[in-house]
């Protein structure tokens, strides 16, 4: 995986020095996040090599279009991909193989094979995770930074919604973190309950 090893300095680099400072969540530790991540699920999922290598690079690219833009960050990152990948010798059916990965992560989540299925489950594993609530209140910070949610009880529905909603898709990851997912779930919603009766006494 030389390949990928030079780009990971390339783009560690890049997104580091670039990316905007207000990203608490989106930022390379996510990215590192991602990559740890998919590593360990391709591995609990007998992933081969060669499909291990692109599922990583997938990782490594997946939020890069957040140099750019938030809204379809998904499909700019795929620029970037398609503008790096050629010169590490990536060929031109493994760069759509990773493009096509990169965008299976746009919400609501559509993986249609075994790789973008980890991808998925790589970029949402936190939902699940004992971290939950540190990443969580990451990225209410970054939201609230552009105005895209308001305050915590906005956040706390909004989460919710998305987390009652979100399913992981590769056997490891269900075993290993829609319990904790689903008691977190009712967290929130606790929290909700609480502040509706608090706001009707």
């Not at 209410?140 to 009652?164: C, S, T």
């Not at 898709?169 to 909700?192: C, H, N, P, R």
Request: proline share 2%; net charge negative; aromatic share 10%.
């Amino acid at each position: 995986m030389a390949r990928l090893q030079q780009l990971e300095g390339i783009i560690f680099g890049k997104l580091e020095k670039e990316l905007p400072s207000h990203l608490s969540y989106h930022n390379i530790d996510h990215t590192r996040d991602v990559l740890q991540s998919a590593d360990f699920l391709a591995n609990a999922e007998n992933i081969d090599d060669h499909g291990k290598e692109l599922l990583l690079t997938a990782a490594l690219f997946h939020d890069t279009g957040f140099l750019k833009i938030r809204d379809r960050h998904e499909a700019e990152s795929c620029n970037f991909a398609r503008y790096y990948l050629p010169l590490h010798q990536y060929a031109p059916d493994e760069i759509e193989v990773v493009c096509s990965l990169i965008m299976a992560t746009r919400i609501p989540q559509s993986p249609v094979n075994k790789l973008e299925e980890i991808l998925c489950d790589a970029d949402l594993d936190y939902l699940g995770r004992d971290d939950f609530f540190i990443l969580s209140a990451r990225l209410f910070k970054e939201l609230k930074a552009e105005g895209i949610v308001k305050d915590e009880d906005e956040w706390n529905r909004q989460q919710a919604d998305f987390i009652g909603n979100h399913r992981y898709f590769t056997g490891t990851a269900i075993k290993m973190m829609q319990a904790k997912k689903d008691q977190y779930v009712e967290l929130i919603k606790s929290k909700i309950s609480n502040h509706i009766f608090n706001e009707s006494q």
